[in-house]
Nanobody, 124 residues
């Protein structure tokens, strides 16, 4: 069983930055691909970024490319999402997810464990 706990959300003005953290339990963290997703009110859960469990390769959604960066610290069992140049449309609950295996995925259904989410609100 893997438990994920997100932190770092909050209220920020447009153009500002936040860094989300996701602390994971479990001895196989370094082998697992991780992902960040977000969900705004009335919308479906949306892929944001993913990082592989082996090489640390990353992939970001077009909507955040160049502004957000996913990274991981395997020694700390933590994955991060650095968010810069935030826009009001980035407002959502952000979720961290883990999947068995090292291969990245953009599909929520491919992930086995989810955190409780952290709210990010960007004011204009």
């Amino acid at each position: 069983q893997v438990q994920l706990v997100e932190s770092g959300g909050g209220l920020v003005q447009a153009g500002g930055s936040l860094r989300l953290s996701c602390a994971a339990s479990g001895r196989t963290f370094s082998n697992n691909a991780m992902g960040w997703f977000r969900q705004a009110p009335g919308k479906e859960r949306e892929f944001v970024a993913t990082i592989s469990g082996s090489s640390g390769s990353t992939y970001h959604a077009d909507s955040v490319k160049g502004r957000f960066t996913i990274s991981r610290d395997n020694a700390a069992n933590t994955v991060y999402l650095q968010m810069n140049s935030l826009k009001p449309e980035d407002t959502a609950v952000y979720y961290c997810a883990s999947r068995r295996g090292a291969v990245m995925s953009t599909q929520p259904s491919r992930y086995d464990y989810w955190g409780q989410g952290t709210q990010v609100t960007v004011s204009s």
